[in-house]
């Protein structure tokens, strides 16, 4: 080898495996490599499987084409299907010279293809090629592999920052209003619950992936979060609301909009769950005939969101004692919800409702308040 193509420090002492049936070739290739890589024979295309998977691994293999049991055509496709060596680069040593034989070999998965007699100097020049190359593709996977648990880890960070954060939103609505107790992570569990067998009945399966129904699960402790912004004169009050009190207490959806809205803005960038967050705050007392507020939307022009919130913080009120009201058992409840289908409720979601109910009793009795 000239002084050009002698090993770099770093691969000096690589392990190469030289698989022959013939112990002559195994002392001919381990005399022209020992000193320059640490050698490991094997006299059969079993045993060469063997000595690959296990630890020291060998940085490149030598392979005969021509062995009995197993070829080296097999030997080099089973390397390449198993995941612990497919990243080994093999080398074909064999005495056949046809093309179809060398086409083969690489077909097989083989980095090259070299001819017997062996010229030593052409042996330990592809051997420095193909180690230095291996050695360059596993400094990038090793890389890749680090950005890649570095994005996961930032990701996982963020997705906490995230959780937290509508944490400690939804229980700033939560402290103004304390007789609500367990009353977001019902409303929550409601949702999804919903969302759920919406997509398993094929309903809304485009718009309801894994990720969109997650976004729903996280978003829907926000959807009172207007109510920071109502009077506790009117937000406590233990009695009827007089006119102008409801009147006030119905800017509630449009103050979380504008919150979420103003938080949109600070972080510069639109954010998925902020998006369904501010749909569901802003709809969710929207009713399907029209009658509901902010705006009075009908039908499917209410964000499918708000109108699978409508159902669940009704049904969740309905079966809650406040100061002014007693609480209702599940029955009267779900006899109210199918009554509201069609007027104040989706009829597809009622439906829904109704096929998951028992999951909505478990959840009730899961998070009931003290």
Same mark, same amino acid.
């Given at each position: 080898?000239?002084?050009?193509?002698?090993?770099?420090?770093?691969?000096?002492?690589?392990?190469?495996?030289?698989?022959?049936?013939?112990?002559?070739?195994?002392?001919?290739?381990?005399?022209?490599?020992?000193?320059?890589?640490?050698?490991?024979?094997?006299?059969?295309?079993?045993?060469?499987?063997?000595?690959?998977?296990?630890?020291?691994?060998?940085?490149?293999?030598?392979?005969?084409?021509?062995?009995?049991?197993?070829?080296?055509?097999?030997?080099?496709?089973?390397?390449?299907?198993?995941?612990?060596?497919?990243?080994?680069?093999?080398?074909?040593?064999?005495?056949?010279?046809?093309?179809?034989?060398?086409?083969?070999?690489?077909?097989?998965?083989?980095?090259?293809?070299?001819?017997?007699?062996?010229?030593?100097?052409?042996?330990?020049?592809?051997?420095?090629?193909?180690?230095?190359?291996?050695?360059?593709?596993?400094? $990038?996977?090793?890389?890749? &592999?680090?950005?890649?648990?570095?994005?996961? #880890? @930032? %990701? +996982?960070?963020?997705?906490? !920052?995230?959780?937290?954060?509508?944490?400690?939103?939804?229980? $700033?609505?939560?402290?103004? &209003?304390?007789?609500?107790?367990?009353?977001? #992570? @019902? %409303? +929550?569990?409601?949702?999804? !619950?919903?969302?759920?067998?919406?997509?398993?009945?094929?309903?809304?399966?485009?718009?309801?992936?894994?990720?969109?129904?997650?976004?729903?699960?996280?978003?829907?402790?926000?959807?009172? !979060?207007?109510?920071?912004?109502?009077?506790?004169?009117?937000?406590?009050?233990?009695?009827?609301?007089?006119?102008?009190?409801?009147?006030?207490?119905?800017?509630?959806?449009?103050?979380?909009?504008?919150?979420?809205?103003?938080?949109?803005?600070?972080?510069?960038?639109?954010?998925?769950?902020?998006?369904?967050?501010?749909?569901?705050?802003?709809?969710?007392?929207?009713?399907?005939?029209?009658?509901?507020?902010?705006?009075?939307?009908?039908?499917?022009?209410?964000?499918?969101?708000?109108?699978?919130?409508?159902?669940?913080?009704?049904?969740?009120?309905?079966?809650?004692?406040?100061?002014?009201?007693?609480?209702?058992?599940?029955?009267?409840?779900?006899?109210?919800?199918?009554?509201?289908?069609?007027?104040?409720?989706?009829?597809?979601?009622?439906?829904?409702?109704?096929?998951?109910?028992?999951?909505?009793?478990?959840?009730?009795?899961?998070?009931?308040?003290?």
């Amino acid at each position: 080898m000239s002084n050009q193509e002698k090993p770099q420090d770093d691969l000096l002492l690589k392990r190469v495996m030289v698989v022959d049936d013939s112990a002559d070739n195994l002392i001919l290739m381990a005399g022209i490599l020992e000193g320059t890589y640490k050698v490991k024979v094997a006299k059969s295309g079993p045993r060469a499987l063997a000595l690959a998977a296990v630890e020291p691994q060998p940085d490149l293999i030598l392979l005969d084409v021509m062995m009995p049991e197993m070829d080296g055509y097999e030997v080099c496709e089973r390397l390449k299907r198993n995941p612990v060596t497919s990243a080994i680069p093999v080398i074909f040593l064999t005495a056949r010279t046809a093309p179809e034989d060398e086409m083969h070999a690489f077909r097989c998965g083989a980095v090259d293809f070299i001819t017997k007699p062996i010229n030593p100097e052409v042996v330990m020049s592809r051997v420095h090629a193909h180690l230095q190359a291996k050695l360059v593709a596993d400094l $990038l996977r090793d890389k890749n &592999d680090f950005l890649e648990d570095e994005v996961q #880890r @930032r %990701t +996982q960070e963020l997705m906490a !920052i995230q959780d937290v954060t509508i944490r400690i939103m939804s229980s $700033l609505t939560q402290t103004r &209003d304390n007789e609500t107790g367990n009353h977001i #992570r @019902r %409303t +929550q569990n409601y949702v999804k !619950i919903l969302a759920l067998k919406l997509k398993e009945r094929g309903l809304y399966k485009d718009l309801l992936t894994d990720s969109f129904i997650d976004s729903l699960y996280k978003s829907a402790p926000l959807h009172d !979060i207007g109510k920071v912004g109502i009077p506790d004169s009117i937000l406590l009050k233990p009695g009827p609301l007089t006119a102008d009190e409801w009147d006030i207490m119905c800017t509630h959806p449009s103050l979380g909009k504008q919150a979420i809205e103003r938080a949109e803005e600070d972080l510069g960038l639109q954010v998925n769950f902020l998006r369904v967050a501010k749909e569901i705050a802003y709809s969710h007392h929207e009713k399907w005939d029209g009658s509901g507020y902010p705006l009075g939307l009908s039908g499917t022009e209410i964000p499918l969101p708000a109108r699978l919130m409508a159902l669940a913080d009704v049904y969740d009120a309905l079966i809650s004692r406040r100061v002014y009201k007693s609480d209702m058992s599940h029955d009267e409840a779900a006899d109210i919800i199918q009554e509201g289908s069609g007027r104040h409720f989706d009829p597809d979601i009622v439906d829904t409702f109704l096929d998951a109910q028992d999951q909505f009793f478990e959840v009730a009795a899961r998070y009931a308040d003290a």
